[in-house]
């Protein structure tokens, strides 16, 4: 048996003696960045949204205003209801935090119940604009044709409606002074002014994002590997589609807070025996010069849930689109 060769003994290592294995993509990287996985858009963004104290103060007063209406009895044991004649524009004092209004009602005890109406009826309305004028704008983007001008006329329709000249029309038709509507009846009928007077942004929105999706690669290939259209929809594109209507949502959400608030100061949205922030300033209109704390109190409360909604929102949009970070 003949000797075996140098390159053979070079080639060939010996059981016992480790193999040299190429080295590795994350050498001369820090431990902490060998470590760390990859992340997607959502995982990137709650990275930017955690350094940014817009956000945490923002969400903070969110969620003081969604405990305020989901628990209010945490906050105030008097009756936002009922009140006492004799206490009759009484002032601020420790046994009344915010006064009393003119039918001798804790004007603290109206403010912190007058969060229910009003941050039930804006997510609500948020809601449903989003579900329709979302289903709307994913049709009308991925099937296109015939479809997409039908829609896109429809909604054309409704932009041409002022808001709130639409508002004032369908709520003074089903909610007029004559009306006895329930509690139920008068926020379903203002959830539902505001949704059908603001679901062709959201269409429009919707639309644009999956007409700039609809061709990427990975929707090709699914579609080339034989993916059904509703796989397609659920799968690839609603989840890349989300990012904007996220953010204009959680705007939204202040939006319809105020724009339910100016509905009931106008006298047509939200009524008695509903309490709510609108309601609230609507009668303390005739008294500010007499008692002011009537309408600052419920304004402050109103303006404070507005910018808490628009400030998270934009801090949102900031974390989810990379040409702002």
Same mark, same amino acid.
């Given at each position: 048996?003949?000797?075996?060769?140098?390159?053979?003994?070079?080639?060939?290592?010996?059981?016992?003696?480790?193999?040299?294995?190429?080295?590795?993509?994350?050498?001369?990287?820090?431990?902490?960045?060998?470590?760390?996985?990859?992340?997607?858009?959502?995982?990137?963004?709650?990275?930017?949204?955690?350094?940014?104290?817009?956000?945490?103060?923002?969400?903070?007063?969110?969620?003081?205003?969604?405990?305020?209406?989901?628990?209010?009895?945490?906050?105030?044991?008097?009756?936002?209801?009922?009140?006492?004649?004799?206490?009759?524009?009484?002032?601020?004092?420790?046994?009344?935090?915010?006064?009393?209004?003119?039918?001798?009602?804790?004007?603290?005890?109206?403010?912190?119940?007058?969060?229910?109406?009003?941050?039930?009826?804006?997510?609500?309305?948020?809601?449903?604009?989003?579900?329709?004028?979302?289903?709307?704008?994913?049709?009308?983007?991925?099937?296109?044709?015939?479809?997409?001008?039908?829609?896109?006329?429809?909604?054309?329709?409704?932009?041409?409606?002022?808001?709130?000249?639409?508002?004032?029309?369908?709520?003074?038709?089903?909610?007029?002074?004559?009306?006895?509507?329930?509690?139920?009846?008068?926020?379903?009928?203002?959830?539902?002014?505001?949704?059908?007077?603001?679901?062709?942004?959201?269409?429009?929105?919707?639309?644009?994002?999956?007409?700039?999706?609809?061709? !990427?690669?990975?929707? &090709? #290939? =699914?579609?080339?590997?034989?993916?059904?259209? $509703?796989?397609? *929809?659920?799968?690839? /594109?609603? @989840?890349?589609?989300?990012?904007?209507?996220?953010?204009?949502?959680?705007?939204?959400?202040?939006?319809?807070?105020?724009?339910?608030?100016?509905?009931?100061?106008?006298?047509?949205?939200?009524?008695?025996?509903?309490?709510?922030?609108?309601?609230?300033?609507?009668?303390?209109?005739?008294?500010?010069?007499?008692?002011?704390?009537?309408?600052?109190?419920? !304004?402050?409360?109103? &303006? #404070? =849930?507005?910018?808490?909604?628009?400030?998270? $929102?934009?801090? *949102?949009?900031?974390? /989810?689109? @990379?040409?702002?970070?």
């Amino acid at each position: 048996m003949s000797d075996p060769s140098t390159a053979s003994i070079v080639s060939t290592p010996r059981p016992e003696e480790p193999r040299e294995l190429a080295a590795s993509p994350d050498a001369g990287q820090p431990e902490g960045a060998r470590k760390e996985k990859p992340r997607g858009l959502l995982g990137d963004a709650w990275r930017d949204l955690r350094r940014k104290p817009l956000f945490w103060i923002s969400a903070a007063f969110i969620l003081m205003f969604i405990v305020m209406a989901a628990f209010p009895s945490l906050f105030s044991s008097g009756d936002a209801v009922n009140g006492d004649l004799a206490r009759s524009l009484g002032k601020p004092s420790s046994d009344a935090w915010f006064g009393y209004d003119v039918q001798g009602r804790d004007v603290y005890a109206r403010t912190i119940y007058g969060a229910r109406a009003s941050i039930v009826v804006a997510l609500l309305s948020v809601l449903g604009t989003m579900l329709i004028g979302g289903a709307m704008g994913m049709m009308s983007g991925y099937r296109g044709g015939w479809v997409d001008s039908l829609l896109s006329r429809i909604a054309d329709v409704f932009f041409g409606l002022p808001f709130v000249l639409g508002a004032i029309v369908i709520l003074t038709t089903f909610n007029g002074s004559g009306s006895s509507n329930s509690k139920a009846q008068i926020m379903f009928l203002v959830i539902m002014s505001l949704t059908v007077l603001s679901w062709p942004v959201v269409m429009r929105l919707m639309r644009s994002s999956v007409l700039a999706t609809r061709e !990427a690669d990975y929707i &090709v #290939a =699914a579609r080339a590997l034989g993916a059904g259209t $509703g796989r397609i *929809v659920l799968k690839h /594109l609603l @989840p890349n589609c989300l990012a904007p209507l996220l953010v204009y949502g959680t705007i939204m959400v202040g939006s319809f807070i105020g724009a339910e608030a100016t509905l009931s100061f106008l006298g047509v949205g939200l009524k008695s025996p509903v309490v709510s922030w609108g309601i609230m300033i609507s009668e303390a209109q005739n008294y500010i010069r007499v008692a002011p704390y009537l309408l600052f109190f419920p !304004a402050a409360f109103l &303006v #404070a =849930a507005v910018l808490s909604f628009v400030m998270l $929102g934009e801090a *949102v949009r900031e974390a /989810l689109d @990379p040409k702002l970070r």
